[in-house]
C-alpha cells in the first residue's frame, strides 16, 4: 500500500504504515480545533469521509494490500 497526502489546511504525515492499516498526524493550525479527515483510492475520484478528529492525528484502518491512497485533511 502507498500512501499520498493532498494538502488542504493541514499538511499531513503517514506513518506506521502496516497491511491494512496506517496512522496520519498533522501540525495544529492556529485557531482549529477539529480537522476533517478524508481518504481515496488514487484511481477513485470520490473522496471518503472518516470523520472528524479532536486532535492532530487519526487511525487509517480497513486499507487494501498493493492499493495506493490519497489522504487529506481539512
Known amino acids: 500500500m502507498l500512501l499520498y ?6 499538511t499531513p504525515t503517514v506513518s506506521n504504515v502496516q497491511a491494512a ?3 496520519v ?3 495544529a493550525v492556529p485557531g482549529i480545533s ?8 488514487v484511481v ?10 479532536s486532535g492532530t492525528s487519526r487511525s487509517l484502518p480497513n ?3 498493493a492499493t ?7
Open 68 to 74: 495506493a491512497y490519497q489522504v487529506r485533511v481539512s
Open 21 to 23: 492499516s496506517a496512522s
Open 34 to 41: 477539529t480537522y476533517k479527515v478524508e481518504l481515496k483510492r
Open 5 to 10: 497526502w493532498a494538502e488542504r489546511s493541514a
Open 63 to 65: 486499507l487494501l494490500s
Open 25 to 27: 498526524s498533522w501540525t
Open 44 to 53: 477513485d475520484a470520490t473522496w471518503t469521509n472518516l470523520g472528524n478528529a
